[in-house]
């Protein structure tokens, strides 16, 4: 270990790098010392390259010669970019989730800054009416409704408009200024606009008394930290609880951090916010540009913007005046990140609210067992909406019994009577089948070849509008082929049902209706799912088809029938979450029916109408299905009784990777205690992905402290085995699925 004799730091920097360790770097010549501060970006000699780094801390030794250290070329802030609690909370899930510290900091910036672009929120444009534009003649635009629309909000406000703020008020208003400024009716002002304009926004709703204790509860917790869990049947009002707990945080002067599973799904959701709180509304999720990103990050870290909506990546957005975090659907397996940095939003926005001291707040009408697990442990404080708000009541929950029944490709005849009869009243109808395309198998009738994937041990899915055949699982696509390769006669098959094949039957039993399909490939271009939604929301739709995107967060008050077409895909699985998922599904889908004054009714279409899930589900409900599950998973020692990680190997030749698993199995038994079962090597479910041979180690113990302690230890040894350098391996800690 050399120290530096003039006492010039060192520099400790995390690179992103799936490396576990720090680099050291001498610190550059002509810089002030006693500015320099841990979260500043700094830019470093890497190989023949440079690359953006974190600044992790300053020491005086190394164990590298000094004269060995390269020197650091610049530091790129001037201020840190991350507060000390941003990382702490790095530091842990760096240290729970047994990730490189570098990768995990990396997560934490948006794309731009992690490749050391400057951090400086672009200068907002201001738009107010000129002369002209202050006298309106409504006749002349009578072809321009949009274009009226926006000079009549500037006519409510004279000081002029932001851009913020003309987005959070409407989202479309770019090419309506650009034609108004044209016909010089606006103009671009110079004079900075007060950040504290509050445009109109919509008034609370009056709450029924459980919504109102809900708000209570959380206001009286507002200042320190706790959990509550808000468990609200689908309609019960659960955003309305959201808004006005954050009324009451944004009149503290602070900021609320809204996290969502998919925010591209919920437009609905994001509307309401945006028409509720008419302020500036930072929104990130990834389909959104690079600078949309950055400017939603620092503008929530210079405080300039007060609510974020956002993803699981959004969680590591700093705040400057944290006043709440909230997860809706808590239960979303969407908040755990699936490859890299494994980590659960939801938890570790648990453990950020306890280093922040501000309060959490978990919504779902399905909630998971781990979250119903802390409520019994009395960690989480539960906040229960039991009855729809309003009018509204619960949908009442059929089994259709299809076994020797006629169909009609996968629509079983009395579902479509009951479907005609919806329609006849004026209602609609939403069919959830959870399969996209057209059907998920291709087979020759002759000599039963089956198209398969040459990468993947998985079918090839037909997609009959593009007349391809392609690989849910690495993407790889082929031409749609209408001669059996293999016997060269045989008549090919499509065998199974996607959401293409049904939208065809319906077309056909109901061809006067109109049909909209809402799946991941009808919703590709932007803004076509939002156009599906107000289609329907107008009431120009009649049957609405879709996969898992309905399930989530959408309001169609003229939906009084919900059909689940193929209920028994998701009862059988050797992965033990999968009754779990297939509850909530079930009871996320469901809630769509019914959500205003007509009542509502699901059918679900099923070949094993005695299965407990289902019988459970219908009679007693969720609560009592959760229950059921948390019991059985207790005599069984899983999760949340026990704890996991899942280490997994992928190669090009199956050997390879089994032995590495087998050499990290036999360390594993040396190092691990009694508490904690080593289960495995064995081939993943799907054996084959992409080419690569898969197969996963499980780790299992009663005891958390006794797991982490094991893989402290065995990660090292895995670094410095030389199988290690020709897999592809990967840790998993509590993972949601065993794919």
């Not at 280093?355 to 539960?382: C, D, F, M």
């Not at 929950?397 to 629509?411: A, C, F, S, V």
């Not at 479509?416 to 069919?431: D, R, Y």
Request: net charge positive.
């Amino acid at each position: 270990m050399s120290k530096l004799q003039d006492g010039f730091p060192i520099f400790r920097v995390a690179l992103p790098l799936p490396i576990f360790r720090l680099f050291d770097y001498l610190a550059p010549e002509n810089i002030d010392i006693s500015q320099v501060k841990p979260g500043m970006r700094v830019e470093v000699p890497f190989g023949k390259h440079t690359k953006c780094g974190f600044l992790v801390e300053c020491v005086q030794y190394s164990d590298i010669k000094t004269d060995k250290l390269k020197v650091a070329l610049r530091l790129l802030d001037d201020v840190p970019l991350l507060s000390g609690k941003d990382l702490k909370l790095l530091h842990w899930a760096s240290q729970y989730y047994h990730h490189p510290l570098g990768e995990v900091i990396t997560a934490a910036f948006p794309v731009s800054l992690r490749q050391g672009k400057v951090a400086q929120l672009r200068s907002e444009k201001a738009y107010k009416l000129t002369e002209l534009g202050q006298v309106i003649d409504s006749e002349k635009f009578k072809r321009s409704p949009k274009q009226l629309s926006v000079l009549e909000k500037f006519q409510q406000h004279p000081q002029g408009l932001s851009e913020s703020q003309l987005t959070a008020w409407n989202d479309n208003w770019r090419t309506s200024v650009k034609q108004l400024l044209s016909k010089e009716l606006l103009q671009l002002t110079s004079d900075a606009m007060p950040t504290d304009i509050k445009l109109v926004g919509e008034s609370n709703l009056i709450c029924n008394p459980q919504q109102q204790s809900a708000i209570d509860a959380v206001r009286v917790g507002l200042g320190h930290f706790a959990v509550f869990l808000l468990e609200g049947v689908t309609g019960s009002g659960k955003t309305e609880v959201y808004m006005q707990i954050i009324q009451e945080v944004l009149a503290r002067g602070q900021q609320v951090l809204v996290l969502l599973p998919e925010i591209t799904l919920t437009p609905q959701l994001e509307d309401r916010f945006k028409r509720r709180f008419a302020i500036p509304i930072a929104i990130s999720h990834s389909k959104l540009t690079d600078n949309q990103r950055q400017h939603a990050w620092l503008s929530m870290r210079q405080g300039q913007t007060s609510i974020l909506l956002g993803t699981r990546s959004a969680l590591f957005t700093p705040l400057k005046k944290p006043g709440l975090i909230i997860l809706d659907e808590e239960h979303d397996s969407s908040f755990k990140q699936q490859e890299g940095f494994r980590f659960s939003a939801r938890d570790v926005a648990i453990v950020r609210g306890k280093l922040l001291n501000i309060p959490v707040l978990l919504g779902s009408a399905t909630p998971s067992l781990e979250s119903l697990h802390n409520v019994n442990k009395q960690r989480y404080q539960l906040l229960h909406l039991p009855e729809r708000a309003g009018a509204a009541q619960a949908p009442s929950l059929q089994l259709l019994d299809i076994r020797n029944k006629r169909m009609h490709e996968g629509i079983c005849e009395s579902l479509v009577n009951e479907i005609h009869k919806t329609l006849a009243k004026n209602e609609q109808v939403l069919l959830f089948l959870n399969r996209r395309g057209f059907a998920p198998t291709l087979i020759c009738h002759g000599c039963g070849w089956v198209a398969r994937c040459q990468r993947c041990d998985a079918n090839l899915v037909i997609h009959y509008d593009e007349q391809i055949l392609r690989c849910h699982h690495c993407g790889q696509e082929q031409r749609l082929i209408r001669q059996c390769p293999a016997c060269k006669t045989g008549e090919l098959t499509a065998l199974g049902l996607g959401t293409e094949r049904i939208e065809k039957i319906l077309s056909e039993l109901f061809v006067e209706k109109t049909i909209v399909r809402l799946d991941r490939d009808s919703t590709q271009r932007k803004g076509t799912l939002e156009g599906f939604l107000e289609q329907i929301n107008q009431g120009d739709v009649d049957i609405i088809l879709g996969t898992q995107m309905l399930a989530k967060g959408h309001h169609f008050p003229n939906v009084t029938l919900v059909a689940i077409l193929d209920v028994d895909s998701g009862l059988f699985s050797i992965d033990f979450h999968a009754a779990e998922k297939m509850a909530q599904m079930i009871v996320q889908v469901s809630g769509r029916a019914g959500r205003a004054e007509k009542p509502g009714r699901v059918i679900m279409q099923t070949r094993q109408p005695e299965h407990p899930l289902l019988t459970t589900l219908i009679r007693e409900g969720y609560r009592s299905f959760a229950n059921n599950a948390l019991a059985e998973r207790q005599a069984a020692l899983l999760p949340p009784f026990s704890y996991q990680a899942l280490l997994r190997a992928h190669a090009i030749d199956a050997e390879s990777a089994m032995t590495f698993l087998q050499v990290v199995s036999e360390s594993a038994r040396i190092l691990g205690s009694s508490h904690t079962q080593i289960l495995g090597p064995v081939a993943a479910p799907m054996a084959k992905r992409a080419g690569l041979y898969r197969y996963q180690l499980l780790l299992q113990s009663t005891k958390r402290q006794d797991l982490h302690l094991l893989l402290d230890k065995l990660i090292p040894v895995i670094e410095k085995h030389k199988l290690a350098k020709k897999v592809r391996w990967s840790l998993d800690v509590d993972p949601v699925d065993l794919y």
